[in-house]
């Protein structure tokens, strides 16, 4: 951008036709059960073309692909048009969407995908809905690319890793014969191959547009400062108070050290909705997604993604420190619907995702100390918006003169605060239409417990007991149907105490 004293009006005018975005993914990983039940459509395919999507809406890359078998449901011809979030439109406009599956003519593919809300066909969960087939050997494997996504760790427990790759003749059976209804053991897995040596550890990284050169915020070098602002209802579960103070320490980390510039500060509500799609001025977190940023609704029985966040950014280059960069000029952080079930009684992991998220507006992107706040798996362990010294180093060197040097050896992380045994669920079917629901371990304090049931996503309350005693009979269900369930401890005053272990039961036949 040449011009700088232009009206507002004309400054976003120019801003929509000179501008990119960058953003990064957050995630809770997904079974392939639940992925391929989730999907209207699974499919392998050979990538045909590719092309920039339409000049409206958010920027998004259409591809061509030519249908080699269909797995599951049915598709209208032997090539269709798959459209990913990201790219650049013909007016100029462009989005990264970090985690989006990018593909080249004549790459094979199996693809869980779904109906988006203009009609056409879309990846299911972005990422983590897209397989490419590459050779090992003798055998063809489905790997998916999760290097740019930032994983959640659940709330109940540490997830297994999984026990190898996928070999693709044997996933794509397992799924043909899942979506007939015979539901068999996974015995597609096969050993992984042995990793090349890692490279040792240097330092964090940095976020690069579509065109190699990393992204900054200029407007810290002169004394400025980046004012973000807030959906007024704040995150569902949490409420706006904590929600506003979770962003208020998450901003404070990145600004509070002295060896950098940034200057990020809390400057109140807004009710701006430009999100992903359009630079509208506003740096903005949203939740519950209303422009639609993210493919799908997030269930954390099932897995799905959490939020989508970055700045959009100026084309043009300058020059820091003899690097040069893309000038940020706005931030997002754009929070999908049903992430109420994982933030609710989670501030901390609010709090955490907001600082990542922060960091990648930022320009940073994922580091390999396994203390830092931009690693590429999420602490969740009561941290928060903590930064470790490789996140304090990224800072001082991209917007300070470099003089922040670690400690040698780095100090100890301290311990978490000793956890309660958590409220445990456990259900048993008693009939075509009832639930045998008991449970444990009740915070102190409880005086009643509601019993929600999990629908389209979102759990519902159906009845509200005493915790005395530990045990209860629920009806009103339907025969061989499944039912997840989870418990919310309530004290005297009718605050939540704490939420139980998700059980799923199938009422009898």
Request: charged letters at 20%; proline letters at 8%.
């Amino acid at each position: 951008m040449t011009a700088t004293r232009l009206a507002s009006f004309a400054w976003i005018f120019f801003l929509l036709l000179g501008a990119s975005a960058a953003s990064a993914t957050t995630y809770l990983s997904i079974s392939d059960g639940d992925l391929s039940d989730q999907a209207a459509v699974v499919s392998r395919v050979k990538i045909v073309s590719v092309e920039p999507g339409p000049v409206s809406g958010m920027p998004s890359t259409d591809y061509l692909v030519e249908v080699e078998e269909v797995m599951k449901g049915d598709l209208p011809g032997s090539t269709v048009v798959v459209r990913v979030p990201g790219g650049v439109r013909a007016d100029g406009l462009g989005l990264k969407i970090w985690g989006a599956p990018e593909f080249q003519p004549g790459d094979q593919a199996l693809l869980f995908l779904e109906h988006g809300p203009d009609g056409n066909l879309r990846i299911l969960h972005l990422m983590l809905g897209a397989f490419h087939a590459q050779r090992s050997g003798k055998a063809v494997m489905a790997v998916r690319d999760l290097s740019e996504a930032h994983r959640l760790q659940r709330t109940e427990g540490t997830e297994p890793e999984e026990p190898g790759v996928r070999d693709l003749e044997r996933f794509t059976a397992w799924i043909a014969d899942r979506a007939a209804g015979l539901r068999r053991a996974a015995d597609y897995w096969r050993a992984a191959p042995a990793e090349a040596p890692s490279k040792p550890y240097e330092k964090y990284t940095e976020i690069n547009a579509t065109d190699g050169v990393p992204i900054r915020w200029f407007k810290f070098d002169s004394g400025g400062s980046a004012s973000w602002r807030m959906d007024p209802g704040g995150q569902p579960g949490l409420g706006p108070e904590q929600s506003v103070a979770r962003l208020q320490a998450a901003l404070a980390a990145w600004s509070n050290d002295p060896t950098s510039t940034i200057r990020y500060n809390y400057s109140g509500s807004t009710t701006a909705k430009g999100g992903l799609h359009t630079p509208d001025g506003v740096n903005a977190v949203i939740f519950n997604d209303p422009g639609n940023d993210i493919p799908g609704t997030l269930q954390c029985g099932t897995g799905g993604l959490l939020g989508l966040g970055g700045p959009f950014y100026y084309t043009d280059t300058r020059s820091y420190r003899g690097k040069s960069y893309h000038e940020a000029v706005e931030g997002n952080v754009v929070i999908n619907d049903g992430a109420e079930c994982y933030f609710a009684n989670n501030p901390s992991g609010l709090e955490e995702v907001f600082a990542h998220e922060l960091g990648h507006s930022l320009g940073f992107g994922h580091s390999l100390d396994d203390q830092a706040v931009m690693r590429a798996t999420a602490h969740n362990d009561g941290r928060g918006a903590r930064l470790s010294d490789d996140d304090r180093l990224a800072a001082s060197v991209v917007y300070g003169d470099g003089s922040f040097r670690p400690a040698t050896p780095p100090p100890p992380p301290p311990p978490p605060p000793p956890a309660s045994a958590p409220l445990k669920l456990t259900a048993t079917p008693a009939s075509r239409t009832q639930i045998q629901i008991r449970w444990a371990n009740m915070p102190e304090e409880t005086m009643a417990l509601r019993i929600e049931c999990q629908q389209k996503g979102t759990f519902m309350p159906l009845g509200t007991v005493s915790p005395e005693p530990t045990g209860t009979l629920v009806g009103g269900f339907k025969a061989n149907t499944t039912y997840s369930l989870r418990l919310t401890a309530i004290d005297s005053a009718g605050k939540t105490m704490g939420l139980s272990n998700v059980v799923k039961v199938r009422t009898r036949k």
